[in-house]
C-alpha cells in the first residue's frame, strides 16, 4: 500500500511540472507592442508559411487569410491543449454552429449564453469561414513548447499543425 502511494504521488508531482511547463503558451499582445506582422494563408489543411521562428518575449501580429473551401482555425498552444479543445470543436458540429464551410454566428451567440466554449471567443485562437481575414495579436513571453493549429474536427489529425520555434 505505501509503494502504490509513493508512485501515486511521484506521478502526481511528475504530472503538475509537466502541466506547468505546457501551459506556458504566451499572452494576449497590444497593437502598441508589435514586432513584426506576419500574414499567414489558411489553406485546406495547411498553413502557409508552415512554421514560425519567434523571438523569446517578441509581440506578433497574424494577419490571417483563410484561402481554402472549409472552415479553419488559427489556434496558438500546445498540444496538451490543442486535445482539450477539440471535444469542444467536435460540440459545435454536433450543435450545428460549425459546418464544413461556414458558421452559425447567430447560433453561436445563442449557445455561448449556456456553454461559453460554444462561443469560440479566446484570444489565443481564430476561427474562419472561407476567403474570410481576421487577425491575432500575441505575445510570446514565457512561451514554450507550443503549435499552430486547426482543430476542426479532423484538420489536426489530417496535419494542419505549424511548427514554432522560439529563441
Not at 72 to 96: G, L
Not at 146 to 159: F, L, R
Request: aromatic share 8%.
Amino acid at each position: 500500500m505505501r509503494l502504490i502511494k509513493i508512485i501515486f504521488i511521484i506521478s502526481f508531482i511528475n504530472s503538475l511540472a509537466y502541466a506547468d511547463k505546457e501551459m506556458k503558451i504566451g499572452s494576449k499582445g497590444n497593437l502598441n507592442d508589435v514586432n513584426r506582422v506576419v500574414k499567414v494563408v489558411m489553406y485546406d489543411n495547411y498553413y502557409e508559411p508552415s512554421s514560425f521562428k519567434i523571438k523569446a518575449g517578441e509581440t506578433i501580429k497574424f494577419e490571417l487569410v483563410n484561402a481554402g473551401e472549409l472552415v479553419h482555425e488559427f489556434n496558438i498552444a500546445n498540444k496538451m491543449m490543442h486535445m482539450k479543445h477539440q471535444p469542444q470543436m467536435e460540440k459545435m458540429v454536433e450543435n450545428e454552429i460549425l459546418f464544413a464551410d461556414s458558421i452559425d454566428k447567430n447560433k453561436m451567440k445563442k449557445m455561448a449564453k449556456i456553454d461559453k466554449s460554444m462561443g469560440h471567443s479566446h484570444s489565443n485562437s481564430v476561427l474562419l469561414e472561407p476567403k474570410k481575414k481576421g487577425d491575432i495579436i500575441w505575445k510570446f513571453d514565457n512561451a514554450v513548447n507550443i503549435e499552430i493549429a486547426c482543430n476542426v474536427p479532423g484538420h489536426y489529425q489530417v496535419g494542419m499543425i505549424a511548427k514554432v520555434n522560439i529563441n
